[in-house]
């Protein structure tokens, strides 16, 4: 069983940077593909990014590609969600989610955080 804690949200004007971090409990966190997944209010869940186990391949939506960047610690059990020139349609609840396939579509995560809220204004 995993555990996931995000934090690091916050409001923060358009342009600027926030990095956010989902926390893990269990000792099989290492073993698992991360992702980051946004939900804005009126709007279905959409990927963000993905991680592989090792941290050697990593996957973006167009929409955030060369902006944000995600990464991994699995000596710390913590993957990180560097977020740069932020926009107004990034805000969002963020979620991190633990699964065994690790794609771009919610149901092929089973482990889910309670999700983080960025706002950015403009």
């Known amino acids: 069983q995993v555990q996931l804690v995000e934090s690091g949200g916050g409001l923060v004007q358009a342009g600027g940077s926030l990095r956010l971090s989902c926390a893990a409990s269990g000792r099989t966190f290492s073993s698992y593909p991360m992702g980051w997944f946004r939900q804005a209010p009126g709007k279905e869940r959409e990927f963000v990014t993905a991680?592989?186990?090792?941290?050697?391949?990593?996957y973006y939506a167009d929409s955030v590609k060369g902006r944000f960047t995600i990464s991994r610690n699995n000596a710390k059990n913590t993957v990180y969600l560097q977020m740069n020139r932020l926009k107004p349609e990034d805000t969002a609840v963020y979620y991190c989610a633990a699964g065994r396939l690790g794609g771009q579509y919610p149901y092929e995560y089973e482990h889910w955080g309670q999700g983080t809220q960025v706002t950015v204004s403009s």
């Open positions: 991680i592989s186990w090792s941290g050697g391949s990593t």
